[in-house]
């Protein structure tokens, strides 16, 4: 299994930007899908991103457009690019990963990191 270590999150005002780390380590990050998902106070977690061994990504609707997805293999690191944060983006974010081919946030993600939190002032 994979070990997985969020960084990056803090407080930004709305409109500003935030790059969230992940570093990866224990088996071979490069054949794993990954993505990042959030959870806010008193509410289910939701998918955010994913992007699989292809660097094929995909997003939420809630954040198409303002988020990136990316991958360095050599690093092992995965990163979430926040652009034009919203007060409803405040939550703790996880980033995950799955050996399988497919890589979607309703699919079961083995691998979780601890969070970290994110929070957007109006």
């Known amino acids: 299994r994979v070990q997985l270590v969020e960084s990056g999150g803090g407080s930004v005002q709305a409109g500003g930007s935030l790059r969230l780390s992940c570093k990866a380590s224990?088996?071979?990050?490069?054949?794993?899908?990954m993505g990042w998902f959030r959870q806010a106070p008193e509410k289910e977690r939701e998918g955010v991103a994913t992007?699989?061994?292809?660097?094929?990504?995909s997003y939420a609707e809630s954040v198409q457009g303002r988020f990136t997805i990316s991958r360095d293999n050599a690093e092992d690191t995965l990163y979430l690019q926040m652009n034009n944060l919203k007060p409803e983006d405040t939550a703790v974010y996880f980033c995950?990963?799955?050996?399988?081919?497919?890589?979607?946030?309703?699919?079961?993600?083995?691998?979780w990191g601890q969070g970290t939190q994110v929070t957007v002032s109006s």
């Open positions: 992007i699989d061994r292809f660097r094929r990504a």
């Open positions: 995950a990963a799955r050996g399988n081919v497919s890589c979607r946030v309703s699919d079961r993600f083995a691998d």
């Open positions: 224990g088996y071979t990050f490069f054949h794993y899908c």
